[in-house]
């Protein structure tokens, strides 16, 4: 069975921090490129992180460049995200999600084959 395992929200300060786990299993991990999206309350889901293990590329967008940081560890079939300076309008449920040989590089081209089932961030003092 396919699982993404999103882990680590909660409630934060403005200018507080937090990491973020994406626990896959299920599949080839090595084989995908890892996601991450967020959706604001009345708003649109986005992509704004990604990483891939078959050719090491990465991509921010710029809303968060700079302050959040994609990791991974392929050995425990893991993706972290660092959240640094969080402000509240990084309120949102946060997921991760799974593309099949895809490339961060070309961040346009990301189609989902799998998603967690999200985790909750408040921002708010």
């Known amino acids: 069975e396919v699982q993404l395992v999103e882990s680590g929200g909660g409630l934060v300060q403005p200018g507080g921090s937090l990491r973020l786990s994406c626990a896959a299993s299920?599949?080839?991990?090595?084989?995908?490129?890892i996601g991450w999206f967020r959706q604001a309350p009345g708003k649109e889901r986005e992509g704004f992180s990604c990483i891939s293990s078959s050719d090491g590329s990465t991509w921010y967008a710029d809303s968060v460049k700079g302050r959040f940081t994609i990791s991974s560890d392929n050995a425990k079939n893991t993706v972290y995200l660092q959240m640094n300076s969080l402000q509240p309008e990084a309120t949102a449920v946060y997921y991760c999600?799974?593309?099949?040989?895809?490339?961060?590089?070309?961040?346009?081209?990301?189609?989902?084959?799998?998603w967690g089932q999200g985790t909750q961030v408040t921002v708010s003092s």
């Open positions: 999600a799974a593309d099949y040989k895809s490339s961060c590089a070309t961040p346009h081209r990301y189609e989902a084959d799998y």
């Open positions: 299920g599949f080839t991990f090595d084989d995908y490129a």
